[in-house]
T-cell receptor, first 111, second 110 residues
Framework: EDQVTQSPEALRLQEGESSSLNCSYT??????LFWYRQDPGKGPEFLFT???AGEEKEKERLKATLTKKESFLHITAPKPEDSATYLC????????????FGGGTRLMVKP | DSGVTQTPKHLITATGQRVTLRCSPR?????VYWYQQSLDQGLQFLIQ???????AKGNILERFSAQQFPDLHSELNLSSLELGDSALYFC?????????FGPGTRLTVL
């Protein structure tokens, strides 16, 4: 069965304290791994798409990487405004174009 | 702003009732996806439409149905509502590869 697992469930950082969020997946035929940011009560906001192992994408303080079994979202010198839930999702070969989401990591950055 | 619109923002209704949620995709996008987000289940795919036709189904209950109209807006109909249907309902539209989500409709069933 296709599975997406995110860890940790929650993470508290001090402003400026860099860290990484993990998304591990067990799927048959990955057609893309997606990272989203979600603020409370709002819709997920698209961040990155990764397609193949070794690929990296960067945006401001965020950097996403992909291996054959997992993806990492690295947050460098986070600020309080980076506080949100970060979701990863996969699209697989036999599922049309729907996304299967992990449970998310709730990030809180304290000033 | 993703360009995907959803109405209403909030819905409060009683058990046994029926409601309709509406979604307009981004200009030019033909696909609409519906997702349900609850505290215990996370974000779950319900159903997909492409240019008016149903393309894929997830764990959508038989009490739920959807359609996509010629102008590409979509409606999700939820009937015989139960307390457990309380959740955030999102629609998303797809461009070349990524899905862009709307602001959601928060449904509360009392």
């Amino acid at each position: 069965e296709d599975q997406v697992t995110q860890s940790p469930e929650a993470l508290r950082l001090q402003e400026g304290e860099s860290s990484s969020l993990n998304c591990s997946y067990t799927v048959s035929g990955l057609r893309g791994l997606f990272w989203y940011r979600q603020d409370p009560g709002k819709g997920p906001e698209f961040l990155f798409t990764l397609y193949s192992a070794g690929e990296e994408k960067e945006k401001e303080r965020l950097k996403a990487t992909l291996t054959k079994k997992e993806s990492f979202l690295h947050i460098t010198a986070p600020k309080p405004e980076d506080s949100a839930t970060y979701l990863c999702a996969v699209r697989i070969n036999n599922a049309g174009n729907m996304l299967t989401f992990g449970g998310g990591t709730r990030l809180m950055v304290k000033p | 702003d993703s360009g995907v619109t959803q109405t209403p923002k909030h819905l409060i209704t009683a058990t046994g009732q029926r409601v309709t949620l509406r979604c307009s995709p981004r200009s030019g996008d033909l696909s609409v996806y519906w997702y349900q987000q609850s505290l215990d289940q996370g974000l779950q795919f319900l159903i997909q439409y492409y240019n008016g036709e149903e393309r894929a189904k997830g764990n959508i209950l038989e009490r739920f149905s959807a359609q996509q109209f010629p102008d590409l807006h979509s409606e999700l109909n939820l009937s015989s509502l139960e307390l457990g249907d309380s959740a955030l309902y999102f629609c998303a539209s797809r461009g070349s590869n990524e899905q862009f989500f709307g602001p959601g409709t928060r449904l509360t069933v009392l």
